[in-house]
């Protein structure tokens, strides 16, 4: 079966799901960016407001949050377990039943069998869910349900070569980045004695990027690869009276706008959010959210576009600091011209000289209300640490 063979659907409500060729979302006849969240925000009619911000797809757990989410113009992704090679007769029957119930429901985008099948928190080298469990759950849902993609969010750790294990059981494949967390932190489950979620040498926000280009080696270019971001603080997942108010640090407005931005430079297909239900309703994550959630809907139909191709080369101009990481960017077709989004990967300013572009006789700042210096196809543009700079070129 080919990936674009299931676009084809017995009924008529849901006109089709797949992933495309180079890995992004086609639903419904049209390419896709996929947004969307594990949790609802903390908000008197939940669904709303992740309607009005403009989010894609939620997790639902039961036929009342599908009808829900058709309500509010949203899709749902529902989880199924995977088959045990002890239980496998009694993993089949509920995986049979569940679709049995929601596949023909209008507003289910995708299945998911296990979160995280490979993160053991206290065995580290072993795997939570053998891969061989979720290519039989996989294989069992494609027999019932050929039309809809399969989700697999993988923890940020492991080898890409045992991660790749997992690959026929998924159509899209995730992993989790949490990094915001206090120094100083108590040992919590998922986090590493040093404190950390991930373990790549970068402790930065800027792993991001990092973890997209591992997820893009497991993946391959067919399949989706999907970022869930952070929206919660590491403290609150404590019990009430366990946690430290000092240690409660949730993602900035900036720091989920630059994770969200650099995942798409590094050519991810779709973005989740994870941890609302632990973000009360007086934090300010969620308002801050909607606010970068408010940029990229307005891009959407540019982000869903596959990327054009350009010679660009970066010159730094001094600051005063070493250079690490640097400037990363993708650019995709906006009208005649293009969407050139940028980022900083380094902690420090960088003034940077973009060349290559002389192509294009404009470029303006998009969310900014401010100048740039554009000229024979050189953009030069200044950029705080882990900042984020939108253009549009024609």
Known sequence: MTRRSLLLSPFPAFAGALVDADGMLHLDGKRTFATGLYQLPQRPDPWRAAAEAGFLVAHC?????????????????????????????????????????????????????????????????????????????????????????????????????????????????????????????????????????????NGFVSQTGQYVDK??????????????????????????????PRMIRYPTRDEMRFQAWQSIVHGATGLLWWGLTYTPAEASLWDELVDVMAEIKGMAPELAAPAVKLAVAVDYHETGHSLDRGIEWIAKPSGAGILLAAVNADPNPVDAALSGLGRYRRARAVSEGRSIRFAAGVLRDEFPPFGVRLYRLD
């Open 61 to 201: 757990g039961s036929g009342e949050d599908l009808d829900k989410a058709r309500a509010h113009g949203m899709r749902g992704w529902m989880t199924t377990g995977s088959i045990s090679a002890a239980k496998k007769d009694a993993d089949m029957a509920r995986i049979k039943d569940r679709v049995a119930k929601f596949r023909r429901h209008p507003a289910l985008l995708c299945w998911e069998t296990e979160d995280e099948p490979s993160f053991a928190d206290k065995k580290p080298r072993s795997l939570r869910v053998p891969p061989e469990s979720i290519r039989a759950a996989y294989r069992y849902l494609k027999s019932l349900d050929p039309e809809r993609p399969v989700y697999l969010n993988h923890s940020p750790t492991h080898l890409v070569s045992t991660l790749r294990q997992y690959n026929p059981g998924g159509d899209i494949v995730a992993t989790d980045v949490y990094p915001v967390i206090p120094p100083g932190i108590r040992n919590q489950y998922a986090l590493w004695p040093d404190g950390r979620q991930g373990d790549l040498l």
């Open 215 to 244: 997820m893009r080696q497991v993946a391959g270019p067919q399949r989706g690869v999907w970022m869930v971001l952070q929206a919660f603080a590491w403290e609150m997942l404590r019990k009430a009276g366990d946690r430290d």
